[in-house]
């Protein structure tokens, strides 16, 4: 199993290794005229260090920059393995068409195609289905290009060169490529490769995270992501790449767009943004709550190993800004770690007597290097994994030399080291020092907070990063439930009656209320009594409190004749039902969206009024086996119902499972369900829970 | 009404006029000793630009720093308006005494006071006793002292001089003064005054928001705060000043204190914090997020004008930027305008025809300052408030120019005008320049967002910011719950029978459940029938349903004798009651929680399983009236309950209204009250609410 993975894995590796390490680049419209794209890179190419091969090509010049100039790619008499195609569209799809026996590479930075419309998105078709026969690569079109700082190689019209170090960024925003750049030379922060995937019609980010995730340079791989197009794969890969090495998303679009028109109370409450938070948790990804956290995580992974555990001890010399850090740990999976009483009375003996050897340890507003440097070594004999130093430049502070002996103490330890220092001028020569030595900076203390307790959520995931469960078809249900839906198709029908769904539960193994159908009379044989609900069961009223299609509480014969009675007045030509009157322990929801990355999805929450009112749905991203349903559960914001609380006992939390695991087969099974759901399913402590409203929309 | 508070407040800016602009300023503990206090001070006055008198006094010497030097404040033979004491407490203590007759004002910066133990403790209360019988001011004393960049004074031991401007700020640290005036310089931030408050003996912020809320060069006021001890106070003044100015707040010291042991409900829920949050929106403040959000707050608000409507329009070199704003308006009471479709034309005009005229409006990657110089014009004419524009530094972008035209426009227009550019050394020269020229700069969208929201909600609540309601307590009303209090206490109770509570109710207009008391057999003469609900009425069985005190749904004469000698084995010795089943439509939870800085506190929410599970109540900070009161509910969490959803007929919110303004005149009235809830309060909508269970311990 795992092994066919690490095979896609190493096939992808060797796929793009000559990609991203050519050994010979041509530049297809290279050109002198200045602030053309074309003269952008072929000066990247030719000015910035890269020692491998480099062929200019443009048909209107025999010399470029001092050197030949080729007519076509074809012509060059030596091999090429990789171009860089920066002509109108039209000219590029006719240089790859052309070439494509003897270059295997392409970086297409030209735009014009599928982003344009209709005749783009021709010429993009064109260009896949090339790629596909003749086996080629292609960045792009419509992107920036690549940098692999390694080999001095920047295959791009952004200018400038990164520092080579371990970090490999994907964006399908070039704008962020050369910010991010810009930013990471004030935070020395040292790059693998940075990749703008433009279009996106061949190489993604799902093919990069297998590359960069077998790549042994990467201990980092950064993603912006506008949109992911397959959610199922990318989850896949993802969270296999994950157990190895952080993936750090900055996803852009939380804001949903205007939804279609939804029947069922499940897919109008489900946010797509929320769905995408619950597939990045399940990948195992490091989700940046902004560009700001984006950053902040880059710098802190890339400069720090692993966090070991979640104590963290805080070294500050002056008490706000100490007071203001314990703040940022509310809420948060690391902690100020206990300091313990040996431990203290070390740091009593040097420190002054008022300072505070409580975490935060507030060394005073007079506090200067020894008085840090010893901290420091105190706090390495302790077991907290992290350690965090705060600076004020306070009159008397010897900044720079306090930076000097953190610099010094990080180097001899193996607990993570971060900084926050706040302050302008003050401070500055000492941070340049600090991230020279590798030492993350974090200027506030929230954010350093913030970006250490995801990466330590990271790898805590990891170890639950298993292969994701597989799951098969049962094909003689899905033929079932295909022929009831198929028979109310016929009817006209574009939703299940009552009867129908209640047969589709109990094929999932999902318990339903018991039930008649109503004619003219009264039926026969029931195996219930009072009270008892009516209602409609149609297409036509799928809301039906809204507009007083259901009616609780019939106690006797005489109220059910009334009851049927205006029923059918108010619907005339409606199916009709009855129920037994259930009593409520626990109302809950359960339904399946789908979302145009991550297909079906199955969504559960509180029922009744509560549904609407916290709008806190939890969301289960298939495929998932029931045990893994089950922690989710108890994770999730029903949790609770699994707890005894107050005395009471718990609700079964592995029956909840099977019903979600259920739901979640239906989802994958039957595809001509486009919504579907359970509202409400009643649950008890003491009973078997029971689905009383079943919708499906066909 | 208003008058009152206009004189206190023209009485205390009267008062520390002098204090805060001296003629002459004395420094008791000069010295040439580098590093010390004394000497840091000496050379502040002596060499930053202060233009009065300087006097040093120091009886160890005779001359320092080329000048005399006293040998104390007395020996001075002209006037002195300020003198700042640094030596230590004892001494320190002696000095202000002899030279109370001749000095008024001090700075007293000795540490060795109320902060240091009991000891300490006694000193400031002797210097306190000085301070009222001589009409001193006093800051500090165990401070930094203050700032005062328009004189060029400073009267602290920070080093260095900030830029003269509009910026009040008041601290509880002194580290964090430090630490802004290093920050202000690079943002180019500049203040009327630095104030390090220290032990808050005497001049604390409620005195200081005062002052500066009189100060016309103060356009807004920053607090740090720790903790805040006469809250009902610092919210009359605070929101009597933040209707003329922003007042901008960074709280620390979130994380709530280890709790007494609570036994009401109401007590174990509420977070001070959660508190501290309402009062800070009673009193108009700006709450700022953390350090970060309140050095941008300080920024745009004291570079822009209020913000004039919801409304912003945001202009970007890039698309991935302008989505990542987008997304930072989620939520946001703040929004992105409406292009209108004439704005639309005006910008096709110019710009290339892949460029975007939505909002946020995208001037591609090869942008120029042209571009964004012309776009700024037509947004001009529009209805917006605030124009945000992005800047990404790409190959081709002329920084530092599309920095000019924005400062150009910016000279031109009433709008509110933000810039986040993203980059490193690429984008700092222009940096520099917008600074230099008060267009604030903040360098990521979502804190721009952020930042820009807060400072518009003051500015809508600004308006609603009238005088805080008076309320006067009903002493017959008040001796009455007196009387039942102080016999329960004489029966060695420590909390009341639901007939005293009831009664108590009775006086407020609170309904309450019918019950009878239970003595060995049933009572005669009820007023309500089966189906009825027994439970025992005890100071010492507080949580009924935990220890199984409370029987619900006794059906008949039987049941109720089963359950009454269940109740009587298991209680042996206690109080038992019956009441009648309530049917329930909507729990709810109403308390009261003593604030240690606001007081008896009105807590209410959800109640139920759900008031533990959402830990969403609200808080109530008195005094307010009941049309107050109402607004407050609607606004809430439970404000759902007062619309009509889902064809459901409304709850009536003016009866929810009069309930919590009668539970807040409890709370200021009967002073033994130590806590009290009502759980559950059963409300409907279509008859009476009632209170089932009412705990009140004495």
Redo the contacts between chains.
Sequence with gaps: MFNIFKNKAKEEKNKLEKFFNPSSVAVVGATANL?KVGN?IAKNLLELGYSGKVFLVNPKHDELFDRKCYKSLEEIEEAVDLAIVAIPADFALEAVKKSSEKVKNFVIVS?GFSE?GMEGKRKEDELRAIAEEKNLNILGPNCLGFINPKIKLNAS???GMSEAGNVAFV??????V??LM??????NIKFSNLVSVGNEMQMNEIALIEYFGEDENVDVIGL?L?GIKEGEKFVEVARRVSAKKPIVV?K????DRAQKAISSHTGALAGSDAIMNEAFSKAGVVRA????NFFDLIEVISKSSAVKNENVIVVT?????G??T?????NKKIKLAEIENKTKEKLREFLPS?SSVENPIDLL?DADEVRYSKTLEVCNDTEAGSILCLL?????TPVEKIADEIIKFKRNTDKNVLVAF??????EKALKKLQESGIPNV?????AVLALEKYYKWGKARESLFAVSETKKNQARVKKVEEIIFKAKNDGRTALFFSEAAEIMGLYGVNTVDFANVKDGMPGGLNFGFPMVAKVDSDKTL?K??K?GLILGIKNEQELDEALGRLRKNFPNENLIIQPMQDIKMELIVGIKHDASFGPVVVYGLGG??T???KQVNFLISPMNAEEIQKHLLAS?IG?LFQS???QKPMDVSEMAEILHSVMELAREAESVLEFDINPLLVYNNKKAVAVDVKIII
Tied chains: 1, 2.
């Excluded at 200027?443 to 954010?447: A, G, L």
Aim: glycine share 14%; no cysteine.
């Design positions: 602030g952008t735009a344009t019209f952004a200018g964006s399908q925003s070039g704008a962020l050369v910010a810009d930013v990471a030379k004030k935070e912006y506008e900055l852009a679009g939380k804001t709550e902004n560009l700001e010399n002056a008490g706000g800004p007071v203001l314990t703040d940022a740990f509310e008022e507003g004020t430049p306070q009159d008397q706040i302050g302008g001028e003050k401070i200027p506030f203390p929230d954010r809301h409190t809204d007083e009024i509560y609407e009112i916290f914001n609770f609380t107050r005395g």
